[in-house]
């Protein structure tokens, strides 16, 4: 069975410090990953997504950046942390189609102060 | 310009009774699927229901149904003899089939179920 692993699960960051979120997928080979961003009043904001190793497509322009260096590995990187980088932040992975649902990471909690 | 719109930021019902929540959606594609997922206070996100552009029928997956009206395209749904246990944030959500590989979601609605 598919399993997919987001960490870490809270994360305390001074602002303008670097950041990296990482997520995997077991169990599936060539999956679409995703990043989102859930801060409130705003719902899911999806931030990055990506069809394949290397492949990254971008959403919202922000200090924010995300990486693909392996098939089941996606990660979201910030050189210096914004105090509006806070927020909850999901990694989803789904399979090719428009029927295939998305399978959520448990999330990390980011706070920059 | 959004895609999906969810106009009910917070919404009460009472238990044993029925709610909808509302989503709308903006897209000239005439291939998509829409989904509803359900977020308790957890975190974690739960998939709920999936309905297609070209289904007839609305889809329906125990007490969830989706109240498909594609010439409004709205796509409610329907959560049928409330629980405690359903008080959660819903979330409305699209891939579009030319461009499938996104998947955006709405704002949400905070559903509180009252014993």
């Known amino acids: 069975s598919q399993t997919i692993h987001q960490w870490p699960a809270t994360l305390v960051q001074p602002v303008g410090s670097p950041l990296s979120l990482e997520c995997t997928v077991e169990g599936t080979s060539n999956p679409n990953l995703y990043w989102y961003r859930q801060a409130a009043g705003r719902g899911l904001q999806l931030l990055f997504y990506?069809?394949?190793?290397?492949?990254i497509s971008s959403e919202v322009p922000q200090n924010l950046s995300a990486s693909r260096p392996q098939d089941r590995q996606f990660i979201l990187s910030s050189k210096k942390l914004l105090l509006s980088d806070s927020g909850f932040y999901l990694c989803a992975w789904s399979e090719d189609g428009l029927n295939t649902e998305a399978f959520f990471g448990q999330g990390t909690r980011l706070t920059v102060v | 310009a959004q895609k999906i719109t969810q106009t009910q930021p917070g919404m009460f019902v009472q238990e044993k009774e029925a709610v909808t929540l509302d989503c709308t959606y903006d897209t000239s594609d005439p291939s998509y699927g829409l989904f509803w997922y359900k977020q308790p206070s957890s975190g974690e996100m739960i998939f709920l229901i999936y309905?297609?552009?070209?289904?007839?029928q609305n889809a329906t997956e125990g007490r969830y149904s989706l109240n498909f009206q594609k010439a409004r395209k709205s796509a409610n749904l329907v959560i049928s003899a409330s629980q405690l246990g359903d008080s959660a944030m819903y979330f409305c959500a699209m891939r579009e089939g030319a461009e499938r590989d996104k998947y955006i979601f709405g704002t949400g609605t905070r559903l509180k179920v009252l014993a």
């Open positions: 309905q297609g552009s070209y289904d007839q």
């Open positions: 990506s069809v394949g190793i290397g492949q």
